[in-house]
């Protein structure tokens, strides 16, 4: 009696075990996927041409939002400061004028097909490969993006045809505020409280003399404050590199005086690149300091306070293109200026609608986003 029970549960125990086998090889069945950050994209007609993945050009170049010109016999591919150049008499690729010795871009029935290693080494990604489903998936490392076993997950959710949850997910965004504390500043702190939205401000260090009370108001209220220079004087703050860091140093001391917080995070003035040199880069990271540029310009010095709708259409346009590229955090760059005190609420309700999640910075959990690309800023 006893032996039927044995007999019937390894029967069962078997039947679990090829089942979970089998759905484990679902995606086994030649299906493959090209990864962008933590998503599947949509792409359809991959091919495995000599032993190597490739995928139409014009699907791939939208996704990495790299410009492709196609005129007289020639396809151009311009992105990061490198051109790749297809000929299409001969077939023949070259890299910034080099002749590629293999062919990174095949043209097959008029359509154009690139190799997705090829296309994302070139244009500043790394890649990874997913043996088992036959996956390759692309990333930036400055952006944040989930683990090589959690992306496993997402495509065998991708691949069972569920949404998976981390494309679901809206990215988080940082709204940034430079070149207060001003009589703007306060409004901009009253709008943002309404919303209960918290930001990060850039201050300079000579409207903080001026202005302590807005400093230690806006602080208070758990609103990140950084150094944006003493002077943002363009000949005062890159004159040499120690103009350069004690004029962002300038900056968060008084921070530190007047709120008792360390402020590690710094925003040049007119953006890290091109004018900080690799010596003031050098010192930032010597002195401790982080440094934020931005992912999203709002452009919003640029308007009148008329035509403050502008602003906020810039910003929908900025996120909407950085969400599809597979941006988790997003950095806005605002300004305390009237014009942008009046586009504010329009702005967030339009981020709040369509369910992006408001953070302050955290030193603690420091994302890099900088021009200069250095991981350790
Ligand atoms: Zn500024």
């Not at 359509?111 to 036959?134: C, D, M, N, P, W």
């Not at 090589?148 to 949850?165: L, M, R, S, T, W």
């Not at 901009?188 to 401000?201: G, I, S, W």
């Not at 709002?298 to 346009?317: C, L, M």
Request: hydrophobic content about 35%; overall charge neutral.
């Amino acid at each position: 009696m006893q032996k039927w029970i044995w007999l019937f549960c390894i029967t069962i125990i078997c039947t679990l075990f090829v089942g979970v086998g089998k759905a484990e090889a679902s995606n086994e069945s030649g299906k493959r996927y090209i990864g962008l950050h933590d998503r599947i994209l949509p792409i359809e007609d991959i091919r495995v041409i000599d032993g190597d993945t490739k995928v139409p050009l014009k699907d791939i170049a939208k996704y990495l939002y790299v410009p492709v010109y196609t005129k007289d016999g020639t396809t151009t591919i311009r992105k990061s400061g490198k051109e790749i150049i297809f000929n299409h008499s001969t077939g023949a690729t070259t890299l910034d004028g080099l002749d590629q010795p293999w062919e990174p871009i095949a043209s097959i029935d008029g359509e154009l097909f690139i190799s997705v290693k090829y296309i994302a080494r070139e244009t500043g990604f790394q890649f990874e490969y997913f043996q088992q489903y036959h996956t390759i998936r692309i990333y930036r490392n400055e952006f944040n993006h989930i683990s090589h076993k959690a992306f496993e997950e997402v495509i065998k959710a991708y691949a069972a045809g569920e949404q998976p949850v981390s494309t679901t997910k809206k990215a988080t965004v940082y709204l940034t505020f430079d070149d207060g504390p001003n009589q703007f500043t306060l409004i901009n702190h009253a709008t943002l409280e309404k919303y209960k939205v918290p930001a990060t401000f850039f201050f300079l260090g000579n409207h903080m003399k001026q202005n302590e009370s807005i400093v230690k108001t806006v602080s208070t209220s758990g609103h990140y404050i950084g150094s944006h220079s003493m002077t943002h004087n363009r000949a005062l703050v890159y004159g040499s590199t120690e103009s350069f860091i004690a004029e962002m140093k300038g900056g968060a001391d008084i921070i530190k005086e007047l709120t008792g917080e360390t402020a590690y995070l710094v925003r040049v003035p007119y953006g890290s690149k091109p004018l900080v040199t690799e010596s003031m880069q050098k010192s930032l990271r010597d002195n401790g300091f982080k440094m934020w540029d931005w992912n999203v310009d709002s452009n919003d010095w640029r308007y009148t306070d008329k035509q403050a709708d502008q602003i906020v259409k810039n910003v929908q346009d900025g996120v909407t293109k950085a969400t599809k590229s597979g941006d988790k955090d997003i950095i806005i760059l605002l300004h305390d200026r009237s014009q942008t005190t009046i586009a504010l609420p329009k702005i967030i309700e339009w981020l709040q609608k369509e369910g992006y999640t408001f953070k302050t910075y955290e030193p603690d959990k420091h994302i890099t986003q900088n021009f200069l690309r250095d991981p350790l800023l």
